[in-house]
């Protein structure tokens, strides 16, 4: 036994690393979402940012949009040109994204200036395109509702997580401890 931890002793520690960065930042996520009252449909500050930011930069496309605030869940209704078109909840916020984005960045080392300077980078980076994706979501089903599931279920996600997947190539490849080895 002790022959394989010493093996595979690199990839046990990525994989300490991940999920202890991993949970930790989700305990935290968890805490300030805790410190909304959902009983009373109060949504959290993120999430009503992200709400906000969407239905400008919906407007930035030209076309008419307003929130409201969900009467029956703590979410907020996302209106295009007077049609709802979608619910903007706490999932939709991609701190969740950004959260296993850092704890694979955190996992996969490199030195702490370029790491945190990566984190922040690509955090911004997923942030502003989940803006537009929602928005771009939300002016599709204003088109096109019947096609809810292919664009919602798979057409977007595969957008953020395929953004996502290629930050950490660009990480590994480009700045990580592994990357430095490679180039010398």
């Known amino acids: 036994m002790k022959k394989y931890i010493i093996q595979y002793k690199p990839f046990l520690i990525f994989?300490?690393?991940?999920?202890?960065?991993?949970?930790?930042?989700?305990?935290?996520?968890?805490?300030?979402?805790?410190?909304?009252d959902s009983s009373s449909l109060e949504v959290d500050s993120i999430t009503q940012l992200v709400s906000v930011q969407t239905q400008q930069t919906i407007e930035l496309?030209?076309?008419?949009?307003y929130l409201e605030p969900h009467p029956?869940?703590?979410?907020?209704m996302l209106f295009v040109e007077g049609k709802n078109v979608a619910?903007?909840?706490?999932g939709c916020n991609a701190i969740s994204v950004i959260i296993l984005f850092i704890a694979f960045v955190i996992a996969f080392k490199g030195n702490w200036k370029k790491t945190v300077l990566?984190?922040?980078?690509?955090?911004?980076?997923?942030?502003?395109?989940?803006?537009?994706?929602?928005?771009?979501i939300a002016i599709a089903l204003y088109h096109?509702?019947?096609?809810?599931?292919?664009?919602?279920?798979?057409?977007?996600?595969l957008f953020i997580y395929g953004v996502v997947f290629l930050l950490w190539v660009i990480w590994v490849n480009k700045f990580s401890v592994y990357a430095i080895q490679k180039k010398a």
Request: proline letters at 3%; zero cysteines; aromatic letters at 20%.
């Open 15 to 36: 994989l300490l690393k991940f999920f202890l960065s991993y949970l930790i930042l989700t305990f935290l996520y968890q805490f300030y979402l805790n410190s909304f």
């Open 61 to 65: 496309f030209q076309y008419n949009s």
């Open 72 to 76: 029956k869940q703590n979410s907020t």
């Open 87 to 90: 619910r903007v909840v706490e």
């Open 118 to 136: 990566f984190i922040l980078a690509g955090s911004i980076l997923i942030y502003v395109l989940n803006i537009i994706r929602i928005a771009l």
């Open 144 to 157: 096109y509702p019947q096609h809810e599931h292919l664009l919602h279920g798979v057409i977007f996600p």
